[in-house]
């Protein structure tokens, strides 16, 4: 059914507004002077609205070395002050203050760096991480595989894929929060079968390889459809890095 739209209408509603606002309320009294229109009141006024953060600028705090590189921040809808960051070889860092103050929550475990974080769309203390960072580069650190917390990253267990080496994305599925998705790049300076997407249906107890082209080819990213998490679509990234070569100067294909 189609609906009416409200500008046919419209003319309809004055005519009728306009007729009664002419016709005299009391008939036995045709020419009773209008009463006098009250005054209107002073206009209220404008009240500052509150600044949600003090005024703040852009600085440079360093580390100005190859190693202080930010490679993936993660937020959620469920806190919009909580914050995650994971450095290529310094860690994963939390924020509960939308950014202002960082913790660091992922000192004891087994590699400082960081490929992906993600955090559950039904709950903000459940939180996945990749490790290895994703950008190949030449002083790039390996990863060890899969961390998951359930308390916001007071404790964190390990769930396998030890050899993927570097990883680029972990995804959720909104309607289980365990199935699990994870995107390897692997290691960039070697051929390995530990690379590809890989699947979860338990919680990161076992994982299933459900995207694989070879040994030199890795998983380079991994989105999910927002209105259908079950059409996926996966970046896949055929990369090398050789060893330096005094001669040619290295090479990288």
């Not at 229109?37 to 070395?65: E, H, K, M």
């Not at 490679?71 to 939390?94: C, E, F, I």
């Not at 950014?99 to 760096?113: E, I, L, R």
């Not at 309607?175 to 249906?201: H, I, M, N």
Request: charged residues 20%; aromatic residues 8%.
């Amino acid at each position: 059914m189609v609906s009416r739209p409200f500008t046919a209408v419209a003319p309809f509603v004055a005519a009728i507004l306009l007729f009664c606002a002419g016709t005299p309320s009391n008939a036995a009294e045709p020419d009773r002077p209008p009463s006098p229109a009250p005054s209107a009141a002073p206009a209220a006024s404008p009240t500052a609205l509150p600044s949600p953060a003090p005024a703040l600028q852009w600085r440079s705090i360093g580390p100005a070395v190859s190693g202080g590189r930010v490679a993936t921040v993660a937020g959620t809808d469920l806190d919009p002050a909580l914050l995650y960051a994971g450095a290529a070889g310094g860690g994963v860092w939390r924020s509960t203050n939308g950014g202002t103050d960082w913790s660091p929550v992922f000192d004891k475990a087994g590699t400082q760096s960081i490929g992906a974080i993600a955090i559950s769309p039904r709950d903000k203390n459940d939180v996945w991480v990749g490790t290895g960072e994703p950008w190949p580069r030449n002083d790039v650190i390996p990863g060890d595989g899969v961390y998951h917390s359930t308390d916001g990253g007071k404790n964190w267990a390990h769930l396998g894929l030890a050899q993927t080496s570097q990883i680029a994305r972990v995804l959720l599925d909104p309607r289980d929060p365990k199935r699990v998705l994870v995107a390897a790049l692997g290691d960039p300076f070697r051929d390995s079968a530990e690379r590809g997407v890989y699947r979860s249906t338990d919680g990161g107890a076992t994982w299933t390889k459900t995207l694989y082209f070879g040994p030199a080819v890795g998983a380079s990213d991994l989105a999910m459809d927002p209105k259908n998490p079950d059409v996926l679509y996966a970046g896949m990234w055929r990369f090398r890095r050789s060893s330096w070569n005094l001669t040619s100067g290295g090479d990288d294909d």
